[in-house]
T-cell receptor, first 109, second 113 residues
Framework: GQNIDQPTEMTATEGAIVQINCTYQTSGFNGLFWYQQHAGEAPTFLSYNVLDGLEEKGRFSSFLSRSKGYSYLLLKELQMKDSASYLCAVMDSNYQLIWGAGTKLIIKP | NAGVTQTPKFRVLKTGQSMTLLCAQDMNHEYMYWYRQDPGMGLRLIYYSASEGTTDKGEVPNGYNVSRLKKQNFLLGLESAAPSQTSVYFC????????????FGQGTRLTVV
């Protein structure tokens, strides 16, 4: 079966760095997405990786290793507004997105 | 910029009642999707549409029907609501599914009692 695993919840301190991991087992791979979802709101796109390596976008970076079925989202200089759930999703061979359950990130002052 | 708009935002149904959720997008996207989001689970695809007039089943289509008569609209119907359909429903659209982001509506919180 297809499976996306990410931690349920993480806590970090304002100004610090946090890494959210995602491991996947899917039938085929056509890219990995990270979305941010604030409580009660819609998911919004953060990043897309299809090749191995690190993609940097401001305070957020996303890494992919296809051979290991592994990705992480790195958030630097954490701000209170970064408190949200972070969703990992993999596009399988049929171009369907398989979603993880999300990681709730709690930022403390 | 409206983006993706869902109506209604909240609804309470009695078991056996029917309803239609409306999704409208103004980005001229070909692809539209209906997902449900339940606590502790990832988003699950109910149905999707690759173009006007076409629809396909996703992971959890039972108990739902859809229609895409116009490119900008994607309707999700519940013919006979069940408590198991209590969920938050999200509509999304994308230009193509391969490497572009999906844009989500604000969600519909549905409770079936």
């Amino acid at each position: 079966g297809q499976n996306i695993d990410q931690p349920t919840e993480m806590t970090a301190t304002e100004g610090a760095i946090v890494q959210i991991n995602c491991t996947y087992q899917t039938s085929g791979f056509n890219g990995l997405f990270w979305y941010q979802q604030h409580a009660g709101e819609a998911p919004t796109f953060l990043s897309y990786n299809v090749l191995d390596g690190l993609e940097e976008k401001g305070r957020f970076s996303s890494f992919l290793s296809r051979s290991k079925g592994y990705s992480y989202l790195l958030l630097k200089e954490l701000q209170m507004k970064d408190s949200a759930s972070y969703l990992c999703a993999v596009m399988d061979s049929n171009y369907q997105l398989i979603w993880g359950a999300g990681t709730k990130l709690i930022i403390k002052p | 910029n409206a983006g993706v708009t869902q109506t209604p935002k909240f609804r309470v149904l009695k078991t056996g009642q029917s309803m239609t959720l409306l999704c409208a997008q103004d980005m001229n996207h070909e692809y539209m999707y209906w997902y449900r989001q339940d606590p502790g689970m990832g988003l699950r695809l109910i149905y999707y549409s690759a173009s006007e007039g076409t629809t396909d089943k996703g992971e959890v289509p039972n108990g739902y029907n859809v229609s895409r008569l116009k490119k900008q609209n994607f309707l999700l119907g519940l013919e006979s609501a069940a408590p198991s359909q209590t969920s938050v429903y999200f509509c999304a659209s994308s230009a193509n599914p391969e490497n572009t982001e999906a844009f989500f509506g604000q969600g519909t919180r549905l409770t079936v009692v």
